[in-house]
């Protein structure tokens, strides 16, 4: 992170997010921008503005990102596949979410696949 990104520079961009949000609820950039800013303390609770950013642009891949490693974070590796291969199959660049997919295939106790995931 820039250095001029502090605390305080970080509480401002949430309350603009929900600010954004209460002024424009189908703003998915907003919902994107909130779930982004959750991601930093808790990929959990990203969980919900991630997937209301995807419900009003479904073609952005960043928020499926967010919502796989959600779901990673929350112990179910297998839907987290689902969500982070769609962030890497809509043109994320490559190797994006690579590690990710590759941790939860590992989990799953699918070595070979962890492998392929990691070589990406």
Excluded: K
């Excluded at 179910?76 to 990710?100: F, I, T, V």
Aim: aromatic share 8%; proline share 6%.
């Amino acid at each position: 992170m820039p250095e001029s990104f502090t605390e305080e520079n970080e509480a401002r961009a949430f309350a603009a997010a929900t600010n954004a949000i209460r002024l424009n609820p189908q703003l998915s950039f907003a919902y994107l921008a909130r779930a982004a800013l959750l991601a930093r303390v808790n990929v959990t609770d990203a969980l919900e503005p991630a997937l209301c950013a995807l419900e009003l642009n479904p073609n952005d891949v960043l928020p499926a990102g967010i919502v796989g490693f959600s779901w990673r974070m929350r112990g179910r590796p297998d839907l987290a596949l689902r969500w982070l291969r769609r962030s890497a199959n809509r043109g994320q660049r490559p190797g994006m979410n690579a590690a990710a997919i590759g941790d939860a295939f590992t989990e799953l106790g699918q070595d070979d696949a962890a492998e392929q995931g990691y070589h990406e």
